[in-house]
């Protein structure tokens, strides 16, 4: 643990003894950490109230409540604050207890001032890492969704496809994949305007999700098309999921879309062809007047 992580910790201190609270006051001071004091669970309280709390070292029992009581009011305040309970030997059922709450440890009577930093040192350390985990989650979870609509990106779609291609082939299994497209987007954004246009998006890939089961992919491919991949699906089941679809945004909107459908392995066994058409059913409706759903056929001008 570096010294300047010491140094940026606001630490309260809460016990109705005043020589506990000089005690740890001074030594954590001596550490380079911010340090205030609390005799009672209400000043402890009125402190959290008016000032940020990185860390808590809390007696259990107080004169005007006990820490149980005190900790859940706190982490209504400020969840995040990390706690450490003070508590006798006698009373560390309480203490787990109060881990159970939220707390981060519990050290126990008489005070051992090193074990006090060796704790805190611990407890900063894992929620910094804890941190950072989170972080690098929140920052992959970032690179594989579209930042506008919230579906799957285009990066997501190509390594899900790829893999779910391999699998519906390889046990001989059905996948269908829709491509779907928004008709008269671009006179939609020069009437409205691209804020307009970009609440459409958000709103279109909300009806979507409500439309679609949760083992669905779906994936915001480009501009106004998206792409919905239906496993263990055949184009005439994808076609009612489609229709749906076509009917709640219509009802909801007031647009249309056309849909494109294609299936593994009856049209293709190869996820970048799956693709390619779908997306070429899609156009065919485009041209064919807009606002149909069309399931691919090996013949295009049969398509239906």
Known sequence: MEKDTLKNTRVLVVDDEQETLDLISEYLS???MYVVTAAT???????????MIGLLI???????????ELLKKIKEIQPKTLVIMITGYGTIHDAVECMKLG???????????DHIHITITRILEEARLKEEAEL?????????TDELTGLYNHRHLVATLKRETERHIRYNHTMSLAMVDID???????TKGHEAGNELLIKLALIMRQNTRNCDILTRYGGEEFVIMFPETSPQEASVVAQRICHSLEAS????????????????????????????????GKEHGKNR???????IATCK
Not at 136 to 144: D, G, I, M, R
Not at 184 to 190: A, L, M, R, S, T
Request: aromatic letters at 12%; a negative charge; hydrophobic letters at 40%.
């Open 58 to 68: 809390l007696d259990l029992y107080m004169p005007d409540m006990n820490g149980i």
């Open 253 to 284: 909107l007031d647009v249309t879309v056309t849909i494109g459908l294609a299936s593994l392995p009856k049209d293709t066994k190869d996820h970048d062809e799956l693709i390619r058409l779908a997306d070429k059913a899609m156009y065919w």
């Open 136 to 144: 690098a989650q929140y920052y992959k979870f970032l690179s594989h």
């Open 41 to 51: 669970g209400e000043q402890a309280l009125k402190c959290f109230r008016e000032e």
């Open 30 to 32: 001596d550490k380079g």
């Open 293 to 299: 759903i069309v399931i691919y056929d090996g013949d």
């Open 103 to 113: 707390a981060s440890d519990f050290i126990t009577k008489p005070l051992l001032l």
């Open 184 to 190: 008269n987007f671009k006179g939609y954004n020069d």
